[in-house]
């Protein structure tokens, strides 16, 4: 019996057509189970990863800080627990595992979906696969670079302002870099998103172009949502990529039509 994500779909070939013969719900319940046990594993394999190299890996997290307090980041980090070294390896482990198995988290969605797709279909899987690590990889980096930076000069700076000294648990730092990054690599997927539907015949690039300004507004809220501050630099700069991956949404929908056609 193949082991191939198609295993359970008969092919036949009618006047040059490919037919499939639907699975049941037991054989569709059972490719669940499997997916969702690769997934397991993988992030598992990942989680462990992290753990091993949890040293190096803080290292990489608190370099955006070093880059801001002038290469001099211990003052601003502390720990107040007894076991706070192991506790921190571990939330990084798991926040880093994420983020690295991500990318093989959607493959393996992908292989699932992979049988009720077509023959032209599970032939683009590979290509959106690398588009969707790309832009995945696009907004953890941006976050990574760019947001990050910003936001903790701009909380140094007005604590200073206040008259406040700006000291973190370790912990909440981490906690800060890494839902930054996860937030801003899954937002990335954006696109992706809108030409699966677009590709599906449920949106056009008209019905696109005029939901543009509620669209906006929702990506505003949505941003203004999941950054884990109040400061609108760092939603806008969330928000703003957002707005252009979705205007660059309108015109790629309107290629596909225009392709179809």
Known sequence: MSDSPEAGIEKAESGGREQFVAKTFWEHLEDLRW???????????????????????????????????????????RTL??????TLSM?????????????LLLWFLGQFLLPALTRLERRMILPVFGVGVLLFLSGCALAYFLVVPTSLSFSIQYNDYLGISSEWTIDNYVSFVSYLMLAFGLCFELPLV??????LGLVTSKFLRDKRRIVIVLIFIVAAVITPTTEPII????????????????????????RGK
Do not use: H
């Not at 627990?81 to 192991?86: A, C, K, N, P, Y």
């Not at 990084?92 to 690295?100: C, E, P």
């Open 81 to 86: 627990e007894v076991m706070g070294g192991l």
């Open 194 to 199: 809108v030409l699966a539907l677009a590709k």
């Open 235 to 258: 939603q806008c700069l969330l928000a703003v990529p957002m707005v252009l991956l979705y205007e660059a949404c309108i015109w790629i929908a309107w290629w596909m039509e225009r």
């Open 35 to 77: 997916m969702l046990i690769k997934m397991a594993g993988a992030m598992g394999v990942s989680v462990i990863a992290c753990f091993v190299f949890a040293k190096p890996l803080l290292t990489l997290i608190i370099l955006p800080l070093d880059r801001v307090t002038n290469g001099n980041p211990k003052p601003y980090l």
């Open 91 to 103: 939330q990084l482990a798991l926040y880093a595992g994420i983020i690295v198995a991500c990318p």
